[in-house]
Every structure is written in structure tokens, then in C-alpha cells.
């Protein structure tokens, strides 16, 4: 499904993941380890981009940064092709390391920022790749040993982290540790992955009071944040990036409701009448797996409302929402 322009003006957070092609692994040892994050070191210098928190895993990564002048895709672009193509040689492989296209959420910063720098440096304690947060302490592939100060990196802006947490080195890094310690037992926290009316606003139940008090408000699924954020980012973008904005209110984005389901029929080689007839083939059910989740997830409809666009029950909607979890 095609998703809109990256938002990418300069001094802008972001929350940038990456993965694996067909999930495979990026990294088969320490050597390409440290290859993936000397090269990120590097480019972030080169490239006015400021590093925060990161974590390094086996099929993936995650990196909270603020873009610099040279903007995020550069920065992008430059690491990940210098890499695949040093990896391709080091393992005689050819083709593609990574998927197309990464992900990349603007971010809310006084809302998120702590939140998303102790989500991602808990990755590897999530995947198991340390076995606790005395270990994760140490760990070299996650940007925590350096705010912990067991490791030492120039171009990771540990003191604007610490300094969420206090004016002064160890009682701010004691509170940052006990605060990894506190999010550590949230588990997941799938809205800090993505943007969109219901991560925004905190969950389903809140889109629900919000549709209960008739209130409207503006959101985008490449933008982690309130309607005012979502409103300024907006803004500050070009023109042709502006038109791509969700209000919600299905009668302003039914042009794009149905554009959706047309161009993931297209691509799953499916008819849209097929689609819409209820058939329980397996083809099928995929497809209407990704459009309950888009239009639950980030447009935030209701189970009812998504179920008379795609012609099944609510029940089914539901059933399908709580696979999702």
C-alpha cells in the first residue's frame, strides 16, 4: 500500500526503523556490528545528524534522531547503501539487505521523547539478547551502555538525554535507569512504532470519547502527536505533502478509503468485488487483515464502520483487531 511523503524537514525528531528483506537477519557478526555503527557514527557527524538513543538487533534496528541540515533520507540513504553493499561483499551475497523502504515517525518531542529513548534501548532485553537490564548496562549494540557510561560515543547526544532526568551526571542517569526499570514492565507499547489518530491520542477508547463528544482532530499516520503538532509539522512541509493529511471524518477521506483497498487489490492480484463479497479465501483474508488495521489503527474508525466498509460483521472486525495484539 503506498504510503505518503516522508516528512523530513531539518531539526525534526524522528523514530526511524528498519528491517531485514523478508525479515532476514542485517548483521551475521560483531564485525558487521561494528561496521553498521561506525558507519552511523560517521554520517551523523558528516551529516549534521543528531543520534539519541539507538538499538542494534539481529533482523533490525531502531534509531531515535533529530535530522540535520542535510535532512534524514541523506543521512539514510548514505548508511544503509554503504553498508548493504559492505555486507554483500564480506558474505559473497548479492541483492537487497534491507526492505525498500524504512519507516520513519516525526515524533512529538516534550510528549514522547523519554518514552521512545527507554523504548528502543530495551529492545534487546525484549528480543532476549541480554537476559536483564544489568546486562543491557553493557550491552555495545544499544546507545544505553553510552547513557549508562560503560561505553563512550562522540556522536550520541547522551547529556540532552540525561538531562531529562536532572542538572546533575549520576542522580540523572540513576532516574534514567529507574525509568527503564518502570517501562521495562509496559511490555511492547506498539503505539511508540507508528503514528496515526489512535496512537496519538492514546489508544481506542480514547478515539472513542472523542467521537462521543463530537470533537475532530487532526492527525497523520507518519506523525506521532496531538492535532496541534500534527497541525505545525504540517504546515512546515511543502505543499504536495500537506494534501496527503487525515481528518477524522470518513466523508472527507472516502477518495482515500477507496483508493486504499484499489491499490492493495492491485498489488495482492485480487478484484475489489471479490473483496467486498465476503469469500473466506485465504488471499482474501490478508488483504482484509492490512485494511482492518490501517483503518482501525491509524484512521481510527470504529469496528462498525470499518466492517460496512469492507462488507463483513463487526464481530469479525473485532475478531480480527484481537489477532492483531
Known sequence: MPRGPRLDAPGTLHHVMLRGIEKRDIVADDKDRTDFVARMGKLAQETGTTIYAWALL?????????????????????????????????????????????????????????????????????????????????YPWSGHAVVMNFRTNSWQDRDFVLRYFGEKESPARKDYRDFLEEEAGKGCQPELTGGGLVRSMGGWSAVQGMRLRKEKQLSDERILGDGSFVSRILEEAEESVKSQLNVFDFDQIRNRVQADIEDLCAKEGVGVRQLLSGSRIRSLSRVRKTLVEKFVREYGFSFAQTARILKISTPAVAQIVRRML
Open 58 to 138: 539481529n533482523n533490525h534496528a531502531h534509531i531515535l534522531l533529530r535530522s540535520g541540515k542535510a535532512g534524514m533520507s541523506t543521512f539514510m540513504r548514505r548508511m544503509l547503501s554503504g553498508y548493504a553493499s559492505n555486507y554483500n561483499r564480506r558474505h559473497d551475497r548479492q541483492g537487497h539487505l534491507f526492505q525498500n523502504r524504512y519507516k520513519s515517525i516525526v515524533c512529538q518531542e516534550d510528549r514522547y521523547f523519554m518514552r521512545l529513548v527507554a523504548y528502543i534501548h530495551l529492545n534487546p532485553l525484549r528480543a532476549g539478547l541480554v537476559a536483564s537490564l544489568d546486562e543491557l548496562d553493557a
